[in-house]
């Protein structure tokens, strides 16, 4: 083998499970100055070795665990894998990132990617050590839920130090939202989990002791020493450290980004009362998801006693307890903390989970279900006492969990009789826990997102026009947030396209976009590549590789039969909500969405028609020969 590339492992380990065979190949230098890593690696080995059309369940699609050069336990927020595959939920580009060790052991081991193709005729799991691998029998851990797996794995080989990932009972049952687990932390979007269990794939665990070549280390220590010095002096480090994600129910509903009975409002008032419960009663500690991480925005919770008592756990996420309490107007702190650690047991995502059975309980009060299989549950709103048969019922595929576990998108189109217009999507990926009527800008990433209606992936729309964050931006021509008022429109589609190019830089080179939140900047990030690869890279280099990659994810959706139809977001969020706070406030009414939608377009150089870049942006961009491959398909 050659020298590999400076930062990088070098390696991308192909695992074909059809015949247990594996490669190793060295990883493109050309692709990795272009796509770095992380997501943009990842869509760029799937735009051009997937067929279009392919059924993502089906034994020809491939899964990618993609570290990027930044994947290092000492780097800030280096502790970071970004998974890519198609999605089965929503048959288009699939992405979800996972915190932990996983990645740099991945790279110890002496791969930046791991490429899983084929199906293995019996339940498998993958031992990496170095680079030899094993596959060994599983079938020991069909059923099992994560916890029982990894206490399993870690018992066979031996208490040694490895890093595991696995699937719960829902991704063996090809649960459409089927989480990769890490512990306690989730790759939980997109349905990673239902690809990795049509493989006959239960679990990989890696290990290895491969030095990394780093060009300039003095140069690295240094700079990493003055970013985290930084990184401590900034508030918002010490506001996640503290409070953790889930400190913010009480401002988001304050705020009008907390999505309340299936986003028929954005705010409840239920907030602050739910993270008092929380704080008095579930949390114990934080803790950092990998080794290295001095955020630790991490909750280890528990139900000490009652009916959901439930074991110390990693939990308490916003995004989950939003989608387990105020999605279903459930007021029980309790039952939510039970309901979430259920989720990660059966490996299932927690914000699609709560979404569905928001939508499942309002047709079962507009009497929507019958002939669904119900009895006897009793889905009213609020009635916590069902979640735990819910979940398994959705996990194990028995009786309305069958019709569940498909998506909102999927049970709606089943269900009918005008439950489409309140199955909140888009483009099949249900709606996460903040609301674009507490701030335009978020409107607009929730449409145009390439993996669907998210949060996160790219960025958090909502943190910059209310809660006036720049991440650094504003020299790359993001208008200074503090300027701009957070239900105005115009201007929304603009920013929102410089953000994206920005904010996606996290996913690419494989870092947590919290660091980001605590003061890092493109600027950092970029020295940080230079130093580990000798390589010249700019903050402006970086926010072009984010405009090529969102691009290539663009393509790969509209290959697959996606069009701007598909970026278009649910009716009911526009609207006025119909309680709470803001009932009354028409200004958080999104008043002309295909305003705010053409604006990006034009910034994006984007076709109003067809959705396609440009021939300019194309050859701007660098991505002649996949515009090319997009032809021949």
Same mark, same amino acid.
């Given at each position: ?14 695992? +074909?499970? =059809? ?59 280096? %502790?970071?894998?970004?998974?890519? $595959? ?33 199906? !293995? ?29 990894? !206490? ?81 002096? +900034?508030?918002? $480090? ?17 705020? %009008? ?5 299936? &986003?028929?409002?954005?705010? &409840? ?16 500690? +934080? ?64 914000? !699609?989970? %709560? ?16 002939? $669904? ?33 498909? %998506? ?10 005008? !439950? ?50 720049? &991440? ?9 947030? =503090? ?11 603009? +920013? ?38 000798? &390589? ?14 969102? =691009? ?82």
């Amino acid at each position: 083998m050659g020298k590999p590339i400076q930062g990088y492992a070098g390696y991308q380990l192909r695992i +074909n499970l =059809n015949n247990c065979q594996t490669t190793i190949e060295p990883i493109s230098l050309e692709n990795s100055y272009k796509f770095l890593g992380g997501s943009g690696y990842g869509v760029k080995l799937l735009y051009d070795e997937l067929p279009k059309g392919m059924d993502p369940l089906s034994s020809a699609s491939k899964l990618i665990f993609a570290t990027g050069p930044l994947s290092l336990n000492q780097i800030p927020g280096g %502790g970071s894998l970004m998974i890519c $595959f198609k999605s089965p939920l929503t048959g288009a580009w699939g992405e979800s990132r996972v915190g932990g060790d996983f990645a740099p052991d991945m790279k110890r081991a002496g791969f930046d990617y791991i490429i899983i193709e084929g199906k !293995s005729e019996a339940p498998v799991y993958l031992l990496i050590n170095n680079h030899q691998v094993e596959f060994r029998s599983a079938r020991h851990l069909l059923g099992k839920k994560v916890s029982e797996k990894l !206490s399993l794995l870690s018992n066979e080989l031996g208490g040694k130090e490895h890093s595991i990932l696995c699937i719960g009972p829902a991704g063996e049952n090809l649960v459409k939202y089927a989480s990769i687990m890490y512990k306690s932390r989730a790759a939980g979007r997109c349905g990673a989990g239902a690809v990795m269990g049509s493989k006959n794939l239960l679990a990989v665990a890696v290990t290895g002791d491969h030095p990394l070549d780093v060009a300039q280390p003095e140069k690295l220590k240094q700079i990493l020493k003055q970013a985290f010095s930084r990184i401590r002096g +900034n508030p918002n $480090f010490h506001g996640l450290q503290d409070f953790g994600t889930i400190g913010d129910l009480p401002a988001n509903d304050d705020g %009008g980004d907390w999505p309340s009975k299936n &986003w028929q409002s954005n705010s &409840w008032g239920e907030g602050e009362k739910l993270y008092n419960d929380y704080s008095q009663r579930n949390f114990i500690r +934080n803790y950092g998801c990998y080794k290295g991480c001095t955020i630790a925005c991490g909750r280890k919770v528990h139900v000490p006693d009652g009916k959901y008592k439930t074991i110390e756990h990693g939990g308490a996420e916003y995004e989950s307890i939003t989608a387990f309490t105020a999605y279903l107007l459930n007021t029980d702190m309790d039952a939510a903390i039970r309901g979430t650690y259920l989720c990660n047991e059966y490996g299932i995502d927690t914000i !699609s989970t %709560g979404g569905v059975i928001a939508f499942a309980m309002e047709c079962y009060e507009r009497g929507l279900l019958e002939g $669904f299989s119900v009895q006897p549950l009793d889905l009213s709103w609020g009635n916590a006492e069902i979640l735990e048969s819910l979940i398994e019922m959705i996990s194990e595929r028995k009786g309305i969990g069958d019709l569940l576990a498909e %998506g909102v998108r999927s049970a709606a189109q089943r269900i009918g009789q005008g !439950s489409e217009e309140f199955a909140i999507h888009v483009k099949g990926l249900e709606g996460p826990a903040h609301d674009p009527r507490s701030g335009k800008a978020l409107a607009v990433t929730y449409g145009t997102g390439t993996r669907g209606m998210c949060h996160i992936h790219p960025l958090e729309g909502m943190a910059w026009d209310r809660g006036k964050l720049d &991440w650094g931006m504003q020299k790359y021509g993001v208008t200074d947030p =503090n300027q701009i008022d957070r239900w105005d429109e115009k201007g929304k589609g603009r +920013n929102v396209k410089i953000l994206q190019d920005g904010l996606v830089i996290p996913d690419v080179v494989g870092t947590c976009k919290f660091y980001m939140y605590a003061g890092l900047t493109l600027d950092d990030w970029a020295e940080m590549i230079s130093a580990l690869t000798g &390589w010249t890279i700019t903050g402006h280099n970086l926010l072009m590789a984010g405009e090529r990659v969102i =691009n290539l994810q663009r393509l790969f959706n509209l290959r697959e039969g996606l069009s701007p139809s598909d970026d278009q977001i649910p009716g009911r969020i526009k609207t006025l909500p119909t309680f709470g706070k803001y009932s009354g406030e028409p200004a958080c009414e999104i008043k002309d969405f295909d305003a705010m939608l053409d604006e990006y377009y034009l910034e994006r150089g984007w076709d109003k028609g067809t959705g396609r870049p440009s021939k300019e942006k194309i050859t701007e961009l660098g991505l002649t020969y996949e515009a090319d491959l997009f032809e021949s398909n």
